[in-house]
Antibody, heavy 123, light 110 residues
Framework: QVQLVESGGGVVQPGGSLRLSCAASGFTFSSHVMYWVRQAPGKGLEWVALIGYDGSNKHNADSVKGRFTISRDNSKNTLFLQMNSLRPEDTAVYYC????????????????WGQGTLVTVSS | QSVLTQPPSASGTPGQRVTISCSGSSSNIGSNPVYWYQQLPGPGPKLLIYKNNQRPSGVPDRFSGSKSGTSASLAISGLRSDDEAEYHCAAWDDSLSGPVFGGGTKLTVL
């Protein structure tokens, strides 16, 4: 079945870096737009970044521009999020999610989602 | 501060009908379809309603969605205890070039 499994979360000091991974299985990974969405403790969902199915189209939320980089390795069915210059306000559970359209251009239809990985930025 | 506005909480008794509202603007709900996600404690969100009012297979017809102008709503009829969860609305935002979400509504079944 279609599955997304995130990894790489942990505790990091302010200003530090972390790289998240999302392993995809059960579908043709290279045909789908992929997203990172986060949820801070007690808060709603916030879109972080998206990447086109072939990696050529990338968009970041303003809150992470210049600090976070989304990428993908279609040969390994894996999505990444490189997070630099981390701030306490980046503390959240980070989810990866798939756009179900084949070779789509992006939208708000995200299905499925992974189980999330917790990132804590604290000294 | 979320781009879309939802009430932080809602409640009802078993068997009742509950509605959750979601308000946006012309750049998101006003010009793009609305999606609803259910988040139970633990796992990631699950798609509940797509394209304003469509249900994925496996979602009971007790769940329904509607949209009018820059607002949308989710209705749950025949409320059950296992409907207790957080519900999030979402829509693409043409100005931000990304999906935007509501702050989530925590539904309590009394």
């Amino acid at each position: 079945q279609v599955q997304l499994v995130e990894s790489g979360g942990g505790v990091v000091q302010p200003g530090g870096s972390l790289r998240l991974s999302c392993a995809a299985s059960g579908f043709t990974f290279s045909s789908h737009v992929m997203y990172w969405v986060r949820q801070a403790p007690g808060k709603g969902l916030e879109w972080v970044a998206l990447i086109g199915y072939d990696g050529s189209n990338k968009h970041n939320a303003d809150s992470v521009k210049g600090r976070f980089t989304i990428s993908r390795d279609n040969s390994k069915n894996t999505l990444f999020l490189q997070m630099n210059s981390l701030r306490p306000e980046d503390t959240a559970v980070y989810y990866c999610a798939r756009d179900p359209y084949v070779k789509g251009t992006g939208g708000a239809w995200l299905d499925p989602w992974g189980q999330g990985t917790l990132v804590t930025v604290s000294s | 501060q979320s781009v879309l506005t939802q009430p932080p909480s809602a409640s009802g008794t078993p068997g009742q009908r509950v509605t959750i509202s979601c308000s946006g603007s012309s750049s998101n709900i006003g010009s793009n379809p609305v999606y609803w996600y259910q988040q139970l404690p633990g796992p990631g969100p699950k798609l509940l309603i797509y394209k304003n009012n469509q249900r994925p297979s496996g979602v009971p017809d007790r769940f329904s969605g509607s949209k009018s102008g820059t607002s949308a709503s989710l209705a749950i009829s025949g409320l059950r205890s296992d409907d207790e969860a957080e519900y999030h609305c979402a829509a693409w935002d043409d100005s931000l070039s990304g999906p935007v979400f509501g702050g989530g509504t925590k539904l309590t079944v009394l």
